[in-house]
């Protein structure tokens, strides 16, 4: 039986959307019963989380965290040890010194376009290091691996971009919302009485929320911006100190799947003004909490949302406007046939199908 080694180190709700894709793809091959012996490498930290969960699998604890130096060293001592056929990076940080073969999901280049000290939590002094070492890294990851997963065709455009390598070698397995989100859960939340949108993700300058806020400020309705609580967190909260605009926007932390779809549900749409996104997983959460979507029309956002969202150029204040606007003037049963055609719409994704393209790389790759 072939043996096969899944990096899980990102597992858990603090790596936001890279936490959501290894908990989820996990999950779901688990329920595919594989026909390959696979070990799940962990943070001993997290061992709890795992135990009684995939009783099928293996567990391999390391030290090591995610962008460490020690990576470097550990994980390729750990993966000499267990000697698998096939290693499964579930993101581009890639050990150099790993040398039998691996597969790695490239989730975006966005660090390729976005950068700048606004973009890092570094110093002048240590940013561009940093930077150079993700070069390095993606780089050996996309060339040296056996095949490359996106969970979009504009990530795969964007990868070929710039690397010279087959278009074969690439396989897009997009993303799906979580099926809690499908159907009501227990939740002790209150949603916000007043009229808002809502945006969820992170609050890097790629973004773009500072569109929304200044549009926001010209309408009679609020924004909830659920983010997690880093260094873009605490500069988010600076600029809305600097607009004036704290009476019409409400940051929320940390928020559980049940509190999050209560919110998605109660809003008057979720909102995204990105210039970057590989895939823009919260789009399809909230179309599955049946409220609308309405999107940014740049990377891969009209890919994965189609015509179940409502799209402008978010680089124009005036196009924002006008969005928010057709959606605050939706009659009760146009909104309706739109929340509709989103339920539809994000149906059409599954984890179950990703697990199964991601089972059929792992074959392609034994027999190459």
Not at 214 to 224: N, S, T
């Amino acid at each position: 039986m072939k043996r096969i080694v899944i990096d899980c180190r990102f597992w858990g709700p603090s790596h936001t959307g890279l936490g959501r894709y290894t908990e989820s793809l996990v999950a779901a091959i688990y329920k595919q019963k594989p026909d390959f012996d696979i070990y799940l490498l962990i943070n001993s930290s997290k061992k709890h989380l795992f135990y009684k969960k995939f009783p099928r699998f293996k567990l391999v604890l390391c030290k090591s965290r995610p962008y460490s130096v020690s990576e470097q060293l550990e994980i390729p001592k750990i993966l000499k040890k267990i000697n698998p056929d096939l290693t499964h990076f579930l993101h581009f940080n890639v050990p150099i010194f790993h040398k039998k073969p691996f597969i790695v999901t490239i989730h975006d280049l966005i660090k390729h376009h976005s950068k700048g000290l606004e973009t890092t939590t570094r110093t002048i002094f240590t940013y561009p290091l940093k930077r150079l070492g993700y070069f390095f890294t993606i780089k050996h990851a996309v060339l040296n691996s056996q095949a490359v997963l996106t969970p979009s065709n504009w990530v795969k455009k964007d990868i070929l971009s710039f690397y010279q390598i087959s278009p074969k070698k690439i396989t897009v397995t997009p993303e799906a919302a979580a099926s809690n989100y499908l159907k009501s859960g227990k939740s002790s939340l209150n949603p916000p009485k007043y009229p808002y949108l809502i945006y969820v993700g992170n609050a890097y300058p790629h973004k773009n929320l500072l569109q929304l806020i200044k549009v926001i400020k010209k309408i009679p309705i609020k924004l909830v911006i659920v983010t997690g609580r880093d260094v873009f967190y605490r500069r988010l909260r600076q600029t809305i100190r600097k607009l004036k605009a704290q009476s019409v926007v409400k940051i929320k932390g940390f928020t559980k799947d049940a509190d999050l779809r209560v919110l998605y549900q109660h809003s008057l749409a979720f909102i995204t003004a990105s210039l970057l996104e590989g895939f823009g997983l919260p789009g399809l959460e909230a179309m599955a909490s049946q409220t609308l979507v309405l999107s940014s029309n740049q990377a891969s956002l009209p890919e994965v949302y189609g015509k179940a969202a409502s799209y402008f150029n978010p680089n124009n204040l005036d196009e924002i406007e006008k969005q928010i606007k057709k959606a605050i003037n939706l009659s009760e049963s146009q909104r309706q046939l739109k929340i509709n055609q989103g339920l539809k719409h994000v149906q059409s994704f599954s984890w179950e199908k990703t697990a199964e393209k991601t089972l059929k790389v792992y074959e392609n790759c034994f027999s190459l």
